[in-house]
């Protein structure tokens, strides 16, 4: 099993490169880049189809032979607006230019040219709350099922309140048993406010041949190649993820812990 922890080898420039090929699966792939004004980040997709999300700051980009103009409004992720996302197909390419001090995700996930380069935000992204007391948390759904701008694709955001818990109660998706459960790898980029906290999130399966609990800072990433993988906010310190999944068809279909599903069926 690769390890599921990775830490940002950088401050500056290409501080993630989370591929199918080091992170051991099929699907997923995550980038980031922290650029300062002036820095350039360029990629091709090739076979891939990418997500662009302004997580902070702003940048001018071109794209699958458009010019986006400056894209970003967000100069602190924890302002918790919609994020300014493009969409890029694959068997394209894209250049960034950071315009002020700017954190870059990448998501990507195999393309079939299903769809044409799109803005995805912030227009149609609304934060929207989800669970109940201390299992409240704030969500900007970026790509996921309902909304068809991607071929494989499932990107979102959650906001996790100090001492609130999320992507809990725990669940997994983890078997291509549609309409069950579908199979997708997932990623978490994470952020914590102030800066210097640290986060919670376990990644486990239920026969216990899976069990890590990983203490997260502020710009770490932990891979989630198969069961559940619940998080929690420590008293003081704000948390947020980005999540990138995808996996052989693009529906999210999940099952609960059984030790723990009673709280969902008590908060429904
Ligand atoms: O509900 C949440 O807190 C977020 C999770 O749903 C997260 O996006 C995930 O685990 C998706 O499987």
Known sequence: MPDLLRHPTGTRGKVHEITPANAGWGYVGFTLYRLEP?????????ETEVILVLVEGKATVQAAGQDWGEMGARMDVF????????????????RAVATTPCTLA????????????????????????????????????????????ADSLLVTEVFTPAGHWSSYPSHRHDEDDFPRMTYLEETYYHRLNPAQGFG?????????????????????????????????????????YLNVMAGPIRKWRFQNDPDHDWIAQRDA
Not at 38 to 46: F, N, P, R, S
Not at 207 to 228: E, F, I, S, Y
């Open 38 to 46: 002036g820095d350039v980040a360029e990629e091709a997709t090739g």
């Open 200 to 240: 919670i999130q376990r990644v486990y399966t239920e026969d216990g041949a899976l069990d890590q609990t990983m203490a997260v800072k502020n710009h770490d990433v932990v891979l989630v190649p198969k069961g559940h993988h619940p998080c929690g906010a420590p008293y003081g310190y704000e948390m947020y």
């Open 106 to 149: 990448v998501c990507k996930a195999p393309g079939r040219g299903g769809h044409p380069a799109r803005r995805l935000g912030p227009e149609g992204i609304e934060l929207t709350p989800r669970g109940k007391g201390t299992n409240t948390r704030h969500v900007n759904n970026i790509a996921m099922e309902g909304r068809e701008v």
């Open 79 to 94: 302002e918790k607006t919609p994020p300014h996302c493009l969409y890029v197909p694959n068997g394209q390419s894209w």
